[in-house]
């Protein structure tokens, strides 16, 4: 990507449409276990991210449309068919945040009952400050430390976000999950550990280490260099101390 790309490429004007009815679904499951931490969930995919990680395994919806590929009131109805059989609604992408009409979304899943969890990689801080409130769950990523981040994104700037939101989420008290990919071409073993400290430092207490998925991912250099189990038990060991709670996501 050009040394000269903005950190927010496709950043939406001030003046786009806010109304719910204006966000830009990409895709919808009807029902999730696994997105949404102890709830059952309907996952709403938003179209849209600046971002062009090589590990990326939504980058059908890095592009922002002109139309919606699902109506938000297709969504809406589906819903409230759903009273009693979903626990929340949980915003994934993408990156949900880059949309205007994020906000009207979330409060109208509020009004039907649900809970709502997010999705971020963290791209906007100010867009993620505006929701914080309104949230009940983050899942959040943090790639690496920020002088690495453009090396996996391929946007310079772009830790600075990251950590900016990364920092808002823990101030703000709502429950989450941080997380990192691990792969040996984009973080060495110390690289991790050194993640893991900063953040733990910072008042992380829930970690969690992702290997990485060749399942999806369109990056062939990633895939034929990926290692099963990489980065290893001994420094999984080393890095569980440092969190109240910290997992180790297997790929298998």
């Known amino acids: 990507m050009n040394a000269n790309t903005s950190v927010n490429p496709v950043q939406p004007p001030a003046t786009a449409e806010r109304s719910a009815n204006a966000l830009k679904v990409g895709g919808v499951t009807p029902f999730t276990a696994t997105d949404f931490p102890g709830k059952l969930a309907m996952a709403v995919f938003v179209h849209g991210c600046p971002w062009r990680c090589g590990y990326c395994h939504n980058p059908e919806l890095q592009r922002r449309p002109e139309q919606s590929a699902i109506a938000w009131q297709e969504v809406l109805e589906l819903l409230e068919r759903r009273k009693g059989l979903l626990d929340g609604v949980v915003f994934s992408g993408g990156e949900p945040t880059i949309d205007p009409a994020l906000e009207a979304a979330i409060a109208e899943v509020k009004g039907l009952g649900y809970a709502v969890g997010l999705h971020t990689a963290c791209i906007y801080p100010q867009r ?9 769950w983050v899942g959040f990523d ?34 989450y999950e941080c997380r990192t990919t691990v792969h040996p071409q984009l973080l060495l073993p110390e690289q991790i550990y050194e993640l ?17 998925r060749q399942e999806g991912c369109g990056d062939a250099a990633l895939n034929a260099s990926a290692l099963p189990g990489y980065p290893g038990t001994d420094l ?17």
């Open 142 to 175: 943090i790639k690496a430390n920020e002088r690495l981040y453009p090396g996996i994104t391929g946007v310079p700037g772009s830790g600075s976000a990251a950590w900016d939101c990364a920092r808002r989420i823990i101030a703000s008290g709502v429950d």
């Open 236 to 252: 999984l060991r080393r890095i569980a101390p440092l969190f109240e709670r910290f997992q180790w996501r297997g790929a298998a």
């Open 128 to 136: 993620l400050a505006q929701i914080l409130p309104m949230l009940d």
């Open 196 to 212: 893991a400290f900063d953040l733990a430092s910072m008042g992380v207490r829930n970690f969690v280490l992702q290997e990485f």
